[in-house]
């Protein structure tokens, strides 16, 4: 029963799931979306430890308050706030007060995005690797989050099977805020002495930069180098500094593309895991964490130490990804698709992963084999790009991708349930016309923005002409053969087409000749990259008829409605628009002005019960869209 629970789960959330698990695979539910936006903490009944767990990973998926007073407050947070997920795990009782005193293990940082007008939908999902805290994930566990920006559903999944190493401990080595004035002097080098029992170690750390409005922006702004010395010897050496322009979670408010310290808004705080076996000296480790000082700024740290026994097998290979295709949000850049099929592997065997039959396919239709090389050691992932399938067994809708990992080095793989993995996916669009016109409007740095119009095996085809002028419109004629092609953006600056706080604003659309409509919209706020599948008369006897392909979710309200509709117009920008409202089967059923106001009231009594689509329209094009149902 509870295989079918996971299974049904992973679906409603839309993200990849494993194919086949061995024995059973427990779900825990913890917070959820109805407990509203409130700081979390509650105890919660987990496994009781007597079952060996291949992997354990916390799924922590947001949405904005559907319910909430668009003129009081927003839907998602307006700002990025940084909050834990925690367990808090007794340790006694305090001689004065008498009240219980827990000690807190942070299972993951997130971020949460800027919220101004962003759409969350039925919810993103974020994955969380909690394995190296299953020992503390047992009996009753008391779980505490504090994100009050959004709506929280937080969930853990057991996968039993035998995992990479035996988890031994997990140390916490320092955890705390710590300026950077001082904080050489707080994170000081460090001697552990290891168990006979301890003989792998990992050094897990999450660190995220904040203070800026200062002379030197730190710590979210400014480069600085973080290095790890083990024995006395620099392992690794980085700029914590890490690019926000390529984020998922795309456009949101505020200055989401600014590359920052750590992290970026709506994300997970970045966990960097360093594999220190090798540098165990007489049963010990000695090991010092540098950062570069300045007088200002402060970085979050929390820095775990975890020890393992012996890598339990040989030869394993681990199906880890699906970046294509797949319609799980965090890979909304790469889908749908109809090129070639992106996944990730990774070695959890003793031995270097070599070669490695890899079989996919879609939905039910013929299987494909590719035969990977390479070199990958314990851990290590690599991406691959697999030869594009026949998309006609697609279906011209989607379906199901799967890929599965078969004879690693050519051997038999004692762990086969974590070799499948399979992921929902939609199709890209499908045009019937061989003629197609792309518009493309430089905004004020037309130097820094660039186009790319690819066939599906990678040959260019078309591309910008160079020199272009400021906002200044490109028609380009496109000549296309039947068959699958990819138009990308580019932006060097990582800001787009448009970004608030630059002035002018640039688009890129694709139509046909005999059409005014647009085929499809890029979203002007990409950041640094934003790319389209499509197919010419392929895959498909039905052309996808839409005009309004990546026009951003307004909010309406009240929703279910009954005389009365509230349009949230607070983000939408344009002249002269108009609502249209279609029903379920297309027909346009109302149309009426939408001034640019804050709240657009319009009256609904003469639409009979069922579902509607609302449509914001400005000339010939629709820039925003929702859903609502009349009872």
Request: glycine residues 8%; hydrophobic residues 35%.
């Amino acid at each position: 029963m509870k295989k079918i629970i996971l299974v049904l789960f992973l679906l409603s959330v839309g993200i990849m799931r494993l194919y086949s698990l061995p024995g059973d695979t427990t779900v825990v539910q913890t917070f959820s979306f109805e407990d509203g936006r409130n700081d979390r903490i509650g105890s919660f009944e987990f496994p009781d430890g007597s079952v060996q767990y291949e992997k354990v990973l916390m799924y922590y998926t947001l949405r904005c308050d559907p319910n909430r007073n668009p003129s009081t407050e927003p839907a998602c947070g307006e700002w990025d706030y940084i909050f834990n997920t925690e367990i808090l795990e007794p340790a006694g009782t305090d001689p004065d007060s008498g009240k219980e005193i827990y000690r807190s293990w942070k299972l993951g940082t997130y971020v949460t995005p800027y919220g101004i007008g962003i759409d969350l939908g039925t919810g993103w999902t974020w994955i969380y690797d909690v394995s190296d805290y299953v020992h503390l994930l047992k009996n009753t566990v008391i779980i505490q989050d504090g994100n009050s920006q959004e709506l929280l559903d937080l969930k853990f999944v057991f996968i039993e099977g035998t995992p990479p190493r035996d988890l031994i401990e997990i140390k916490k080595i320092w955890d705390s805020e710590y300026s950077l004035q001082n904080f050489d002097n707080m994170v000081k080098d460090t001697t552990i002495h290891l168990t006979q029992n301890e003989v792998q170690v990992k050094l897990r750390t999450t660190l995220t930069g904040h203070g800026w409005d200062n002379p030197t922006n730190c710590a979210e702004f400014c480069p600085n180098i973080h290095s790890l010395k083990v024995n006395g010897n620099t392992v690794r050496s980085w700029d914590i500094i890490q690019g926000c322009a390529s984020n998922p979670l795309y456009p949101q408010g505020g200055t989401w593309m600014f590359d920052r310290a750590g992290w970026c808004p709506g994300m997970p705080g970045t966990t960097n895991e360093f594999e220190l076996t090798d540098y165990i000296t007489n049963s010990s480790i000695n090991f010092d964490y540098d950062v570069e000082q300045d007088e200002y700024g402060s970085y979050r740290t929390f820095i775990y130490l975890v020890t393992y026994g012996a890598i339990n097998q040989t030869d394993d290979a681990a199906a880890e990804m699906i970046i294509a295709p797949t319609d799980n949000p965090l890979q909304l850049r790469y889908n749908p698709t109809c090129g070639n099929p992106i996944v990730v592997i990774k070695n959890l065997g003793s031995n270097p992963l070599n070669t490695v039959d890899i079989h996919y396919g879609l939905n039910n239709g013929s299987v494909y084999t590719y035969s990977w090389q390479g070199d990958l050691g314990f851990l290590e992932k690599d991406t691959v790009v697999l030869p594009y399938p026949d998309w006609n067994e697609a279906g011209g809708t989607g379906g199901e991708f799967w890929f599965e990992l078969l004879n690693p080095n050519g051997k038999t793989d004692f762990t086969p349930y974590n070799n499948k993995m399979k992921s929902a996916f939609k199709t890209a669009m499908v045009i019937k016309a061989n003629e197609l016109q792309f518009f493309f409007k430089t905004n004020h740095a037309p130097e820094e923005t660039t186009w790319k119009l690819y066939e599906a095996n990678g040959n260019l085809l078309y591309e910008n002409q160079t020199n272009m002028a400021a906002n200044t419109t490109y028609i380009t004629q496109l000549v296309l053969p039947d068959g699958s092609y990819k138009l990308c953006l580019y932006d060097s600056g990582d800001d787009g087409l448009a970004f608030w706080a630059y002035g002018t604003q640039g688009s890129a659309y694709l139509r046909k000749n005999t059409s005014p409509s647009a085929l499809y919209r890029f979203e002007p706020e990409f950041g640094r990259f934003a790319q389209f599948h499509f197919a010419i008369n392929k895959y498909s006897d039905i052309e996808t008829q839409t005009d309004i392909v990546n026009v951003k979710t307004f909010n309406v309200f009240p929703n279910p409605a009954h005389s009365v509709l509230y349009l949230d117009m607070s983000d939408i920008h344009g002249k002269n628009l108009l609502a249209e409202i279609y029903d379920i089967s297309g027909r346009k059923v109302m149309q009426t002005p939408a001034p640019q106001l804050q709240v657009n009231k319009i009256g609904i009594n003469d639409l009979s019960s069922g579902v509607y689509f609302i449509l914001i329209k400005e000339e010939n094009q629709h820039i925003a869209k929702n859903k609502f149902v009349v009872y």
